[in-house]
């Protein structure tokens, strides 16, 4: 294919990952000629959403598009690639950071990752510009398309293999799930009382903000960093000794006091 | 004083929270009168950065302001109200979510609570207009007034007593010192394996403004929220077996598979 030509997509999997790739790529000057999902109603509502070609038919997947990406979850990954029946020719992709890229060598001699770094809910929308897209692929020739491909959605590109791709996503719990899960929690305590956690949704934002520019280390707060004592007890009370709550608070707090203890190298509470 | 005169401000303490103020007020139609702090190179530079008198003597205090704010520490707390000589008819509020209000009383018979719930640091500049101020006096028409002086801040006015006060500051520490070390942990994770912070930080912003709209517990993604042990194990692997950020994994990972199972109320997973 000529660097000129529109590039055609193939879309496997209508999930989380898929439905905001395919939202995003019928704004863009790539052209999305199908989608499949496992899952009649999935690929429907995709498909007429999008107004793009669906199957739930793997053997029906067009045979002459440009790239293949598999958005589907990663205990999915090897299912699928063993009933992928393309011309081995055909460039293929997913999307997993938890996958390695040699899974795909089953279905093709030409593979990738397209592993774009961002949290996916159905219900909210994604804005692609600012997402990092961690890029792999088994040949330079492919790397360079599927830079190419990648420049449709966001300017942060890395280049990265399996094992550096694997430690980002585990980064992506620390500062994604884990951090939400707290949110959670935070919001339990104060409906608790009956108070709103919209009171909170500020100090949110901004300790979000916050790092975008400062190390988190510089900008850490609270009783813990302060080392009072007095709060901390308070606190734990509060919770109610012995609850599950309390228990997470005593573990963070105790975190936190050991890397003040010991700044700038993981630290260890053994 | 009539509500339309200028109110007159005397700030005691001038830490994180105190030059937030400091500069507020000096863009307001209140006006600062005087800056207190126990260092004289605190007191100094804030005061000449806003120029506005400044001491470092309690005794000092101008005797007839509108309002008198204590900044400070609440270990400090108790031995700066012990020392305050001013006449018992002036309003005295701090702004600690940790201190009860009545903690004032030792030094006015007109004493109350100004609350702002964000997180503070000098480097970082603060926008009040969207921060909750969590206000309490021990008089209504004082209330009145510390609503009035709020005003020049914030719309976002919650009155509360000192009880709902300190659950606020307990989930503020759950929305904000626990993710933000969270961060520095994902900082360490990336850094270790040299790569950078800037990889994530599209996702912790991303993070918080989802949970703006939307409750976490609908929000929540990843490994553990679709209990996935192939890959909590793979993590864990990577963090090194029985190292601190391995336990802290597993401890958090732990937490929201109990969530998942216990759904809508808090969890206990002793």
Chains 1, 2 share one sequence.
Not at 109 to 122: A, I
Not at 149 to 154: D, G, I, T, V
Request: charged share 20%; hydrophobic share 40%.
């Amino acid at each position: 294919m000529k660097h000129t030509d529109i590039m055609r997509v193939v879309l496997v999997g209508a999930g989380n990952v898929g439905t905001h790739l395919a939202y995003h790529l019928c704004s863009s000057q790539v052209k999305l000629v199908q989608i499949w999902s496992r899952t009649e109603v999935s690929a429907r509502t995709l498909g007429e959403r999008v107004e793009v070609p669906f199957t739930t038919t793997l053997d029906d997947l067009s045979a002459d598009a440009d790239l293949y990406i598999v958005a589907v979850p990663d205990h999915a990954l090897p299912e699928i690639m063993s009933l992928l029946s393309l011309q081995r020719d055909r460039f293929i992709v997913h999307t997993s950071a938890g996958s390695s890229m040699d899974i795909l060598r089953i279905a093709s001699d030409r593979y990738g990752v397209f592993y774009p770094l961002q949290t996916f809910s159905r219900t909210h929308p994604v804005r692609f510009s600012n997402v990092p897209l961690c890029l792999e692929a088994n040949t330079a020739g492919d790397l360079a398309l599927l830079k190419d491909f990648a420049r449709h959605f966001s300017r942060r590109i890395y280049i990265m293999d399996t094992e550096k791709r694997k430690t980002v996503h585990l980064a992506a719990v620390f500062a994604n799930n884990f951090p939400n899960y707290l949110y959670q929690v935070s919001e339990d305590i104060l409906h608790g009382e009956k108070l709103p956690f919209d009171l909170v949704k500020p100090l949110i934002r901004e300790t979000a903000m916050k790092v975008q520019r400062q190390s988190p280390r510089q900008v850490q707060t609270g009783p813990a960093s302060r080392e009072d004592h007095a709060i901390i007890s308070q606190h734990i009370e509060r919770l109610g000794r012995d609850t599950a709550y309390a228990r997470l608070y005593s573990f963070l707090t105790q975190c936190i006091l050991d890397s003040l203890a010991n700044k700038n190298k993981p630290h260890d509470h053994a």
